[in-house]
């Protein structure tokens, strides 16, 4: 008894510590970061996206996709667009990333010509931040003020993208101490943000579990509603190609909108990590799956809430950084200069001298 109450308390001071870190970090984040340094960022960030959707209609999940990723290992630094390097070990190739998360060359395009325009200024951590939203945006989802001001980690850390990252197989009780290890709300944060599957796609291989030989029953999932299962066994046979894609939301594929919440009432949630959101008996996340699915707007609210909360997870107190020239490799010794810690506070000029599926 002792034991487990020292365990609470271990993980509530330690959900504490980071609350108030984050608390510290979003003040120093603000929509105007860039409007003396870079005013157009927004705007050269938003043409690219639309023109890489034009030819890939997945774009914008998959860039939603890694800022949350990429917040949910040692906060939004960009350090999951680091490739491998004689000192770095890529979170590229962690278990929850690795021939999984996509747009790298989309992310690139971004910082060249967000470069061009003001060279050293803006970081890849924001790129991502201002990508994600305009991605929800461009699908036909909400729109808000992206705080701004993060700067990029000079390494990565695969192990703890590999603990951190959420499977597609977790329960309910696993995301929310998942959600609650980054200081997340484990209630509106878990499903708020779980909503950002109404678009995109996954792979057989993240759910195909559920189909044939669910939990080592020898029977499929029995939350999945029968004709879905059917509808899925023809496009993910059993022992068929893993990697075969098919939409997150069945009905309205590549719109953001509450459609994933009414999928969910109908018990055809495509991840095991959605479908539990309604279908754990006396969870509190059902009461809001049920009202995002009745009310839209409020999902989109929720939404944004729980993005700019995400957004806002701060980096280890102390953690030298920068801002990269180019997203996949730290600066040279050169530009040594313009490395600092997590402690300093931004300024607009900052940089002037120097988080299951396959969306």
Same mark, same amino acid.
């Given at each position: 008894?002792?034991? +487990?109450?020292?365990?609470?308390?271990? %993980?509530?001071?330690?959900?504490?510590?980071?609350?108030?870190?984050?608390?510290?970090?979003?003040?120093?984040?603000?929509?105007?970061?860039?409007?003396?340094?870079?005013?157009? %960022?927004?705007?050269?960030?938003?043409?690219?996206?639309?023109?890489?959707?034009?030819?890939?209609?997945?774009?914008?999940?998959?860039?939603?996709?890694?800022?949350?990723?990429?917040?949910?290992?040692?906060?939004? =630094?960009?350090?999951?667009?680091? =490739?491998?390097?004689?000192?770095?070990?890529?979170?590229?190739?962690?278990?929850?990333?690795?021939?999984?998360?996509? @747009?790298?060359? %989309?992310?690139?395009?971004?910082?060249?010509?967000?470069?061009?325009?003001?060279?050293?200024?803006?970081?890849?951590?924001?790129? +991502?931040?201002?990508?994600?939203?305009?991605?929800?945006? +461009?699908?036909?989802?909400?729109?808000?003020?992206?705080?701004?001001?993060?700067? $990029?980690?000079?390494?990565?850390?695969?192990?703890?993208?590999?603990?951190?990252?959420?499977?597609?197989?977790?329960?309910?009780?696993?995301?929310?101490?998942?959600?609650?290890?980054?200081?997340?709300?484990?209630?509106?944060?878990?499903?708020? +943000? /779980?909503?950002?599957?109404?678009? @995109?796609?996954?792979?057989?291989? @993240?759910? %195909?579990?559920?189909?044939?030989?669910?939990?080592?029953?020898?029977?499929?999932?029995?939350?999945?509603?029968?004709?879905?299962?059917?509808?899925?066994?023809?496009?993910?046979?059993?022992?068929?190609?893993?990697?075969?894609?098919?939409?997150?939301?069945?009905?309205?594929?590549?719109?953001?909108?509450?459609?994933?919440?009414?999928?969910?009432?109908?018990?055809?949630?495509?991840?095991?990590?959605?479908?539990?959101?309604?279908?754990?008996?006396?969870?509190?996340?059902?009461?809001?799956?049920?009202?995002?699915?009745?009310?839209?707007?409020?999902?989109?609210?929720?939404?944004?809430? /729980?993005?700019?909360?995400?957004?806002?997870? *701060? *980096?280890?107190?102390?953690?030298?950084?920068?801002?990269?020239?180019?997203?996949?490799?730290?600066?040279?010794?050169?530009?040594?200069?313009?490395?600092?810690?997590?402690?300093?506070?931004?300024? @607009?000029?900052?940089?002037?001298?120097?988080?299951?599926? $396959?969306?």
């Amino acid at each position: 008894m002792a034991s +487990l109450f020292l365990n609470k308390f271990v %993980v509530s001071s330690l959900v504490a510590m980071l609350l108030f870190a984050g608390a510290s970090y979003a003040q120093q984040l603000t929509p105007t970061f860039y409007d003396s340094t870079c005013p157009n %960022v927004i705007g050269i960030v938003r043409t690219v996206l639309q023109n890489a959707a034009m030819a890939d209609p997945r774009i914008g999940a998959s860039l939603n996709r890694l800022h949350f990723h990429d917040c949910f290992v040692n906060g939004c =630094d960009g350090s999951l667009l680091l =490739d491998n390097s004689a000192t770095i070990l890529s979170e590229k190739q962690a278990l929850g990333n690795n021939n999984s998360v996509r @747009g790298f060359d %989309v992310v690139d395009q971004m910082k060249t010509q967000v470069e061009a325009a003001c060279p050293g200024v803006v970081s890849c951590a924001d790129i +991502l931040a201002i990508a994600s939203e305009e991605s929800v945006v +461009l699908a036909g989802g909400p729109s808000w003020a992206v705080p701004l001001g993060r700067r $990029d980690s000079l390494t990565a850390n695969r192990s703890l993208a590999d603990d951190q990252l959420p499977p597609p197989f977790f329960t309910v009780d696993e995301l929310k101490a998942n959600f609650a290890t980054v200081g997340l709300n484990t209630t509106e944060d878990l499903v708020a +943000l /779980s909503g950002a599957h109404t678009f @995109g796609r996954a792979r057989c291989v @993240g759910f %195909v579990g559920r189909l044939y030989n669910f939990n080592s029953t020898g029977g499929p999932d029995p939350t999945i509603n029968a004709t879905f299962l059917e509808t899925l066994r023809q496009i993910c046979p059993q022992n068929g190609n893993g990697s075969v894609l098919t939409n997150l939301d069945r009905t309205t594929a590549d719109a953001f909108d509450s459609n994933y919440f009414t999928n969910l009432q109908t018990r055809e949630g495509l991840l095991q990590t959605d479908q539990e959101l309604i279908s754990t008996p006396g969870s509190d996340t059902i009461e809001l799956v049920n009202r995002f699915a009745a009310n839209q707007t409020a999902f989109f609210q929720s939404f944004v809430n /729980s993005m700019i909360r995400m957004g806002n997870i *701060p *980096p280890p107190p102390g953690s030298p950084s920068e801002i990269r020239r180019n997203c996949r490799v730290v600066n040279s010794a050169s530009v040594a200069d313009t490395i600092v810690t997590t402690t300093t506070t931004p300024t @607009g000029s900052v940089g002037t001298d120097g988080f299951a599926s $396959d969306m």
